[in-house]
Structure formats: structure tokens, C-alpha cells
Nanobody, 123 residues
Framework: QVQLVESGGGLVQAGGSLRLSCAAS????????MGWFRQAPGKERTFVAA???????YYVDSVKGRFTISRDNAKNTVYLQMNNLKPEDAAVYYC?????????????????WGQGTQVTVSS
């Protein structure tokens, strides 16, 4: 069983930065695709970024140039560096893992999920 634990959320002013971490146990992450999703109050959970087993990364248009997804296989951890944060980035951010190494934008194709970490951006 894979367990994912996110950390790094918090309150930041608009224009600030946060780095989210997702530490995994129970499985090596290097062979699977990982994703970050977010869910604002009253809204659906949406795709933010993903990284494949080949380390190719993909982003939703609204975060391109501001967010960077990366992984440290030695630490079995995936990161989401978020720069120039905007109020519309505020949400609960979830880390998720697939069972294969290829990209997917759909939350339904991710098998394992973390508990989420809150990101609040003040204007």
C-alpha cells in the first residue's frame, strides 16, 4: 500500500512562494507518474502539474512559468515549487500517484492520494 504525505502549505502573500513536498512510503516513486491537483472551496479538484517516470513535466496553463514539479528519487519525494502566487492559487493541494509511468491529466487515473495541504494566498 502506498502512502503519500504532503507538507509545505501555509499562508503567503500574493507574489510569494511556497514549496510543497509529497513523501511516499510503500512504493518507489521513480517508476510511476506523479501529479499535483488542487481543490478550492465549492469547486472540483483540478489538475495542476504532473511528472512522468521519464521526468517529463506538464502543467495547467494558469501555472506555467510559475510552478515547477520535480522529484528526488533518493528521498522518494515529489515537490511542487510555487512562485509568484496569486489569490486564485489558493486551494487544498493534493499529491497523487499513478501505477504507471505515463502522463495523465485525469484525477480518476491516479490510484493513490495524499491527505492534502492548504495553500492560502492573501492579496
Amino acid at each position: 500500500q502506498v502512502q503519500l504525505v504532503e507538507s509545505g502549505g501555509g499562508l503567503v502573500q500574493a507574489g510569494g512562494s511556497l514549496r510543497l513536498s509529497c513523501a511516499a512510503s510503500g512504493r518507489t516513486l521513480s517508476s510511476v507518474a506523479m501529479g499535483w491537483f488542487r481543490q478550492a472551496p465549492g469547486k472540483e479538484r483540478t489538475f495542476v502539474a504532473a511528472i512522468t517516470s521519464s521526468d517529463n513535466s506538464y502543467y495547467v496553463d494558469s501555472v506555467k512559468g510559475r510552478f515547477t514539479i520535480s522529484r528526488d528519487n533518493a528521498k522518494n519525494t515529489v515537490y511542487l515549487q510555487m512562485n509568484n502566487l496569486k489569490p486564485e492559487d489558493a486551494a487544498v493541494y493534493y499529491c497523487a500517484a499513478r501505477t504507471v509511468g505515463t502522463l495523465s491529466y485525469s484525477s480518476r487515473t491516479y490510484a493513490y492520494w495524499g491527505q492534502g495541504t492548504q495553500v492560502t494566498v492573501s492579496s
